[in-house]
């Protein structure tokens, strides 16, 4: 066995492993950027050493100074968690090269896997079902486009080189091809540096089920079930389950030990993940997508239901042991379902819903705890979550002894979950997890993007609202003075006027994404009264005592101490608990999985007439980095046109016009980092806007 460990990643999934070799009494090295100085997996290994700065290329991607600090700190073994060089065939061999065991597969089968052609031809020689679609590597776009004709609308491109969604493209219309080509290229270069693509017939309402494998250097291999992760957005995983509702003990049989072979095609050792595409109306009619040679996200569901530890069987193979569990031995038990925790922004637009990057510093942080409740985390209060990384913060993983348990118990994790100071997924999972299909376990592919748009508040209810006033009343109003003093009363928020009634003190805020709103308060928080926004109501629409407008409504402010305080507001009689933060500009609250971030708002400094007031800016919706501009000053676009795009956390977002006119402004060139909501562009309208 070793003796000490280098982990070559970052965020939740070294914190796992790092866990995993604690318990196994091996010395642990993590290796950091600048960005992640002071980061959770730095803190929590035994050493740790600084790679570079932040830029990926030149910290986690660089295999010489991964190889440095492995020789500097007399590791014997890398294990390369799952992203970055997880999957890369070079990095397996120089670890080998220099004397290092590659705690994964041998080069060779990483290489020959982790060419989605080769893979195909490989596992269809060993009997396995595989999609149709294209042949050959190294396809031009003509032919691309011509084998995508011959298979038939739909189609599904793919780059070769890798997974996890990125540089996949759905087309069903054909006049779309060469757009969509291009830009999964790109996506592709960036995210490999390997732009190669196929194409693949697309199966509608599909499910995706994979199976996870084990084999040892000895000859054995085995499988432990099945997971569904059919519960996707933009070809990426949300939720995944162990097992399967739709498979039954045959199929479950029959892919397992497609999956097997799969493994012994190309001469796997360790852990690795054998993904098929599933009918849903016929399971056993099963295809073979690919196989992800490296440790998956969603392994914890499997752990759970099988007891084993996978991150130990990865050691222990890699040690040169032989597999302990025989296939017979391996035993199924309860139902185990995870939630991925990321950093990111719902924006709802017609029936679409985009889902931004996020990025700010942990305020305040609860993670859910209980029976059958497993959290795999890289978080802390005061993590900064910048844009440099994926957006996965952490995993909230439940275990029941069936599968409404398992479910019931990660809804309410999941509204245990708080995180305050960036924005998270938690409570869209949360509905998710409600929907009625997900709970009859009748899933598909498709099913998050079709249902998204529902499954994402349109309002902010009152209770934020007034809750945000009263601690923003709070926090205006003096401390208390350690002996009788005079305090003029025109200075207090709820202060005295002329013929005794307090006066109504205006606190304007704005939530991300919705117009901005006045709140008027009057009274003590213990006993106040709110003058709240009807729905629709902007900053200057509020009434005050006096005038037309919605009636007063009273409140009371019930408050914990403490950082990350809990608090609780009773507004017309009806109590609401929500835990608060504050930040740099205004106040972070959050219930129920749900977080808001009421910022402060100047209504004087917003109407000054700037570019960004302009019906024709645009800005940029996440902050990121701007890879492509599509336009010049002076063009004339049309409305929908593609302008510029922004990336950020691996994801592209495309800045399009949002009516015809021409290009009056742009303020930014390919290769600049923007801020979320800073001015991109102006589109002048061709004609004067009508006023809605």
């Known amino acids: 066995m070793f003796d000490t460990v280098l982990v070559a990643n970052r965020g939740e999934i070294a914190v796992r492993v790092i866990r995993t070799l604690r318990t196994l009494g091996i010395r642990s090295v993590a290796v950091f950027s600048d960005a992640d100085a002071g980061a959770r997996h730095v803190r929590e290994a035994d050493t740790a050493v600084r790679i570079g700065p932040a830029a990926a290329a030149e910290s986690y991607l660089s295999i010489e100074r991964l190889l440095d600090a492995a020789a500097r700190t007399g590791a014997q073994a890398v294990h390369p968690g799952y992203g970055f060089l997880a999957e890369n065939a070079a990095f397996a061999r120089a670890c080998t090269d220099a004397g290092l065991a590659f705690i994964g597969p041998p080069a060779a089968a990483i290489e020959l896997m982790g060419d989605k052609i080769r893979a195909k031809e490989t596992v269809r020689a060993a009997g396995v079902p595989v999609v149709p679609g294209s042949s050959g590597s190294g396809l031009t776009d003509a032919q691309l486009t011509e084998a995508a004709r011959e298979i038939g609308m739909p189609v599904l491109l793919k780059p070769s080189a890798g997974g996890g969604g990125k540089g996949m493209r759905l087309v069903r219309d054909e006049a779309l091809i060469a757009e969509e080509i291009a830009a999964a290229r790109r996506e592709a270069r960036g995210s490999f540096g390997d732009d190669t693509l196929l194409v693949e017939r697309w199966v509608d309402r599909p499910r995706h089920i994979e199976i996870q494998v084990l084999a040892d250097g000895h000859g054995n291999v085995i499988h432990l079930g099945e997971r569904e992760c059919s519960l996707q957005r933009r070809h990426q995983k949300i939720i995944e389950e162990a ?108 029936d679409r819903v985009d889902f931004l990057p996020s990025a700010g510093r942990v305020r305040a942080l609860r993670e859910p705890a209980g029976e059958g409740v497993r959290v795999d985390s890289g978080l802390f209060e005061g993590a900064e979550v910048g844009t440099s990384y994926d957006p996965m913060l952490a995993k909230v993983i439940a275990h029941g002894p069936d599968r409404a348990t398992a479910l019931r118990r990660l809804r309410a994790a999941l509204a245990e979950t708080v995180v305050l100071g960036v924005d998270t997924n938690a409570g869209f999972l949360r509905r998710l997890l409600a929907h009625p299909d997900v709970v009859a376990g009748d899933l598909d592919t498709g099913l998050v993007d079709r ?77 106040a009264e709110l003058l709240l ?92 980095t701007v890879t492509v501009v599509k336009a010049a000053v002076g063009d004339e676009v049309a409305a929908g046109q593609s302008l510029l795009v922004v990336e950020a956390m691996k994801m592209e977002h495309v800045i399009a016009a949002p009516h015809a006119g021409t290009v009056t402004e742009l303020d930014v060139s390919a290769g600049a980092t923007v801020a979320m909501d800073q001015v991109l562009a102006v589109v002048t309208p061709a004609a004067p806007l009508e006023e809605s």
């Not at 202060?495 to 307090?502: A, E, F, V």
């Not at 409504?553 to 109590?575: F, I, V, Y």
């Open 451 to 527: 249902d998204a748009a529902s499954l994402v508040p349109t309002e902010v209810p009152d209770e934020v609202y007034a809750t945000g006033a009263l601690l923003r009343q709070r926090r205006l109003s003096p401390e208390p003075a350690p002996s009788p003093t005079w305090v003029d009363p025109f200075s207090l928020p709820t202060g005295w006027r002329l013929g005794g009634t307090p006066a109504w003190a205006a606190h304007h805020f704005r939530v991300p994404g919705h117009a901005p709103v006045t709140v008027r308060v009057r009274g003590e928080l213990s006993d």
């Open 243 to 350: 097992p399967s509702v739709l498979l039954d003990e045959a199929t479950r049989a029959a892919m397992g030990e497609a999956a097997v072979q799969a493994a012994r095609s190309c001469g796997y050792t360790g852990a690795g993940t054998v993904e098929f595409i599933v009918p849903g109306d016929d399971p056993a009619s099963y295809f073979f997508m690919e196989m992800n040679t490296r440790l998956q996200v969603e392994h914890p569901v499997t752990e759970l239901i099988t007891g084993l530890d996978l991150v130990e069987w990865q050691v222990r193979v890699a040690a040169g042991e032989v597999l302990g569990p025989t296939q017979a031995e391996v035993t199924l038990t309860g139902h185990a379902v995870e939630a991925r925790i990321c950093a990111e922004t719902a924006r709802v637009s017609g």
């Open 533 to 624: 926004p009807a729905p629709g109501e902007g900053a200057a629409d509020t009434g005050t005592a006096g005038s037309a407008g919605p009636a007063p409504r009273s409140a009371k402010l019930l408050p914990a101490q403490g950082a990350g305080e809990r608090l609780t507001l009773d507004l017309d009689g009806r109590t609401h608990a929500f835990t608060a933060a504050p930040g740099p500009e205004g106040t972070w609250l959050a219930r129920d999985g749900d977080t808001w971030h009421l910022a402060d708002h100047d209504p004087v400094d917003a109407g000054g007439g700037t570019a960004a007031a302009h019906a024709g800016a645009l800005t940029a919706p996440m902050p990121g």
